[in-house]
């Protein structure tokens, strides 16, 4: 019997052993807790959800909700137990977070052909391994993974601005300029009047924050969360982040303040807040930032964040199959190679083990279609930009050829694709 290592097993880790256990492999499971726990997980069981109970959209018109329909093309294990476990929360995929996670362990354990480890991993393993150790990620196995791929190459703390998509930004209001017109114009700025400015200031500084965890206390001066910065003193922010100098406008009325956006992916049609990350609630963001100037119907294709979270800088440290360029019998998967969310960390241990899976076969590399949203989160991994590189939720901004007005032919395309592709897989 063949054999594999998955280490950790989270909701990337979960999916690998099930893809590997289905096809009759020997699969070693590696998973520190309930020995040691992480500073968010509570319990011992496979595919824990560490914070909100929710997979959020169902709706195949829903960037998440696409691949999770992706997901069930392919045999996904928690897909089918996310169904057996749902809860009612409307449009959105909600379950009960513990019939979830131990239906999951009770199904893994199930299999004879599982060996479940008990133990934090340290190193590398020898053999074919996938790691999937998550944000949270224990200490040790980080650094060695820095000093594999080199330190540079390995974040420990996610600050990210909220991204908003271009069409729905009013540029009735906002205008492009880059600041003194350095450059060309490739900044969209949101102006602010004083009154506009004081009342925004009011709400952010009273909104609602989300739990912070002990680990997540400790900003690094560079990545303050707004909110925080804003309590400094008034006019911290038009200091700072909302400094109007160099962007004011003949013939317009002097802006007291002026919020920049910046393009965040190749299309053009993403931009972010420039120098917004924040810890503030989902709804929060989206009810205090539509206060903006010019983004009052703007589309959060993905909210603010903050929080400790370990991953790699992938198109520098990977090689096109998800394996560690430095030890090309490792392959990475989850959260630790910039994605960002349950859905997106499952779906990428499921393509993390078809690709090791077609090596072991001694057969090609099967690569999703980037008219799939999979495809689509595996190119911005191996393909996006090493020095700008965050996390990123599943969109419809990096998915090939989408956008607003043709939804119905990108979801029937995507799953077209994605049969294709699992076909191949399991050619
Ligand atoms: C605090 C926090 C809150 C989050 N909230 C949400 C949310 O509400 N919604 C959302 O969609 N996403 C959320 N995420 C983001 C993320 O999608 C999840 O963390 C997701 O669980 C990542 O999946 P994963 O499989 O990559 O890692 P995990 O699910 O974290 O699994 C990794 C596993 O590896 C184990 N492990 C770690 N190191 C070792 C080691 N050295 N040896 C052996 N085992 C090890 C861990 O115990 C864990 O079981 C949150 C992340 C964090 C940190």
């Known amino acids: 019997m063949r054999k594999v290592n998955i280490v950790g097993g989270g909701l990337a880790g979960v999916e690998a052993c099930y893809f590997f256990l289905k096809r009759n492999y020997e699969v070693h499971l590696y998973e520190m807790r309930p020995k040691k ?9 496979f595919g824990e959800l ?77 053999g074919p391994t996938i ?64 009154e506009q400015y004081d009342r925004f200031y009011e709400e952010l500084i009273n909104a609602q924050v989300a739990l912070v965890h002990d680990f997540d206390k400790n900003y690094f001066e560079g990545c303050m969360p707004i909110e925080v910065m804003a309590k400094r003193g008034k006019d911290t922010l038009r200091y700072g982040p909302m400094k109007p100098k160099g962007l004011q406008v003949e013939g317009r009325e002097k802006f007291h303040a002026v919020i920049q956006l910046r393009q965040d992916n190749l299309n053009g049609d ?9 810890n503030l609630t989902y709804p929060e963001q989206k009810r205090v930032f539509r206060m903006i100037p010019g983004l009052e119907n703007a589309e959060f294709v993905r909210y603010g964040l903050m929080h400790r979270n370990t991953y790699i800088c992938s198109p520098k440290a990977l090689n096109k199959d998800l394996s560690l360029k430095a030890k090309p019998n490792t392959f990475l998967a989850g959260q630790l ?19 090791l899976y077609k090596k072991l076969e001694g057969k090609a590399q099967v690569i999703p279609s980037l008219k799939t949203m999979l495809g689509s989160l595996y190119n911005f991994v191996v393909n996006g930009n090493p020095d700008t590189f965050q996390p990123m939720n599943a969109n419809f901004g990096i998915l090939y050829g989408a956008n607003k007005h043709n939804r119905e032919e990108t979801i029937q395309n995507s799953l077209v694709e994605t049969d294709k592709f699992w076909a191949k897989v399991n050619d």
């Open 37 to 45: 726990m992480t500073g968010a997980h509570v319990t011992g069981n």
């Open 50 to 126: 560490v914070c909100s109970n929710s997979l959020k959209s169902n709706k195949l018109d829903n960037a998440c909700g696409l691949l999770k329909e992706e997901m069930r093309h392919m045999d996904s294990l928690t897909m089918k137990v996310a169904a057996e476990t749902a809860v009612p929360s409307g449009n959105a995929l909600s379950v009960d977070r513990d019939a979830f996670s131990q239906k999951i362990t009770e199904i893994l354990r199930n299999f004879p052909n599982l060996v479940v480890h008990e133990k934090e991993i340290d190193g590398f393993i020898e």
């Open 131 to 194: 790691i999937a150790t998550g944000p949270l990620t224990a200490d040790k196995l980080a650094s060695k993974l820095a000093d594999t791929i080199g330190q540079k190459s390995l974040f420990f703390f996610d600050a990210s601005a909220p991204i908003v998509s271009k069409d729905s930004i009013d540029m009735n209001i906002a205008y492009k300029k880059s600041r003194y017109d350095q450059g060309d114009d490739s900044y969209i700025n949101c102006p602010f009047s004083e």
């Open 270 to 278: 993403l931009f972010n807040i420039v120098g917004f990350q924040t």
């Open 337 to 355: 190679i910039g994605v960002e969310g349950y859905v997106e960390s499952a779906a990428m241990g499921i393509l993390a083990a078809s690709f």
